[in-house]
Every structure is written in structure tokens, then in C-alpha cells.
């Protein structure tokens, strides 16, 4: 395969949401299949939902269920984060501007 061909096919993955498209800090894009570990930021407006994930974000994953695990005594199997908020083109729709 040549890189196109290999940068439309990431793409379409993208697309599917398969894979999660991360920028680096160099400008580069760096592309991580969806077994690894994410979470989802949903907005409470329009419903729209993004899947996210951070460099780190497997330990803190890891670390909730160990701590579960420790305090509950489940035998933990996975589990499914989710964040509410509004999203950026509600935020615009509502000429709300987020404090930085
Ligand atoms: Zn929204």
C-alpha cells in the first residue's frame, strides 16, 4: 500500500469513528484504533456525542476500576465514562463564550 492509500483508508476509519484522531503537539496526527481506552463528552443541548481520550487517560481508566474492584469487591468487566456539557456550536448557537 502506499501512505495515500493508507491515509484514505485512516480516513474512512476516522469517519466511522473506528480510530481517534489525535493532533501532537509537533502538528503531526497520530491515530489510535478504538480498542484503546476512551471516554465520551455528550452535549446536554443537541445530544451530539465525541469520543476523547488523552495520553494517560488508560492509567486513570485503569485505576477506577482497581479502586471499584478494591472498595465494591466486583470482579470488574469494563466500564463507560461519559461528560456533560454544552458543545462548541451550542455554545455559539447560545453567544455563549467559554472562559479560558
Ligand atoms: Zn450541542
Known amino acids: 500500500m502506499g ?3 493508507i491515509y484514505n483508508t ?3 476509519f476516522v469517519e466511522h469513528r473506528l480510530v481517534v484522531e489525535l493532533q501532537n503537539g509537533d502538528g503531526s ?3 489510535d484504533y478504538f480498542g484503546t481506552p476512551h471516554y465520551h463528552a455528550i452535549c446536554t443541548n ?3 456525542i465525541v469520543d ?3 495520553p494517560g487517560f488508560d492509567k486513570d481508566e485503569k485505576n477506577l476500576e482497581e479502586r471499584t474492584a478494591e472498595i465494591s469487591g466486583y470482579m470488574i468487566s469494563g466500564n463507560h465514562m461519559e461528560v456533560y456539557g454544552l458543545c462548541p456550536e451550542c455554545q455559539a448557537k ?3 463564550t467559554q472562559k479560558k
Open 52 to 54: 476523547v481520550t488523552y
Open 94 to 96: 447560545l453567544g455563549i
Open 29 to 31: 496526527t497520530h491515530y
Open 10 to 12: 485512516l480516513n474512512t
Open 3 to 5: 501512505s495515500s492509500t
Open 46 to 48: 443537541c445530544g451530539k
